[in-house]
């Protein structure tokens, strides 16, 4: 895994695309810095960082997007299955990499609440709890990229892909507020999301047979709460898609000053999942 790692980390560098992802998220940050602290005088340096997650939309497809994608075009992945290392340290090798080079800047933003200090209040902890949510969220989104990089084999299409599901989630909040309340479209709902998980399963595992099973498990499932207790699902899809806002952990710590530490859990449990599905795409195409 250390030579993976070396190897992914030499390459960014290689390329540019390090040094000009370090420099994109440092410049910007500095920018509302001076805007936000310098010139209004706000004392949590939270508020820069809570304005400038939009930065990771469009840096963050970037810097996942070659990670399989790139292999994959050029057939050196096959040197990678083969080699004297199992699925997860490859995996692994190239993950920390990426969040290596995010590392650099959000240790650079340590700096930023310091600079408050010196010019009169600062909330040190508050700022830097934020660093450290807004370095796991850019984790969390290095981790999707990562996962979408493994589905294809254009750059270009896991940069538009990773571009495209980081905005929904950018979004979440505000997409909430269109869905319905009504128990019927909640139940309906609920099973086009579960439907969509067992596609997720058939396309891992192409078993027609447990993937039918598992839907008619899920058509059923539903039916019968749906009868049992129509009050279930009303307004359901809204109360359980809210709990998964990333973006509100980070603005939570500049609002309301409190570290949700159920937050942070999720962040590391959607980092695990994707990881996990990155291994199993990677696993399907060495045995197909």
Not at 91 to 114: D, N
Not at 212 to 218: D, F, Q, S
């Amino acid at each position: 895994m250390k030579a993976i790692y070396k190897r992914e980390l030499r390459s960014y560098f290689h390329s540019m695309i390090g040094y000009i992802f370090i420099a994109f998220l440092i410049a910007f940050t500095g920018i509302y810095f001076m805007a936000y602290n310098l010139n209004y005088g706000y004392p949590y340096f939270a508020y820069v960082l809570s304005g400038v997650i939009f930065l990771y939309l469009i840096a963050i497809p970037i810097l996942t997007m070659r990670s399989f994608a790139e292999d994959r075009k050029n057939k050196t992945d096959q040197l990678l299955l083969t080699a004297p290392v199992n699925l997860f340290q490859v995996v692994m090798g190239k993950y920390l990499a990426m969040v290596t080079i995010l590392a650099v800047p959000c240790v650079i933003c340590l700096i930023f609440p310091l600079i408050i200090k010196s010019q009169g209040t600062a909330y040190i902890l508050i700022d830097y709890l934020s660093i450290l949510v807004f370095f796991l969220l850019g984790c969390v989104y290095i981790a999707i990229g990562m996962f979408i990089s493994s589905l294809t084999e254009s750059t270009i299409i896991a940069a538009i892909g990773t571009f495209g599901i980081l905005v929904v989630m950018y979004l979440w909040s505000g997409i909430l507020d269109f869905l319905p309340v009504s128990a019927m479209a909640n139940a309906v709902g609920v099973v086009l999301i579960l439907s969509c998980v067992v596609l997720a399963v058939w396309q891992m595992t192409k078993n027609w047979i447990v993937c039918a099973g598992l839907e008619v498990l899920v058509v059923a499932g539903c039916a019968i709460v749906y009868v049992w207790k129509t009050s279930l699902f009303e307004n359901l899809l809204a109360s359980i898609l809210g709990k998964q806002d990333l973006v509100d952990i980070l603005t939570g710590i500049s609002s309301n000053h409190l570290l949700d530490i159920s937050g942070i859990v999720l962040y590391l449990s959607i980092v695990a999942v994707c990881i996990f599905l990155t291994m199993q795409m990677i696993q399907k195409r060495r045995w197909s």
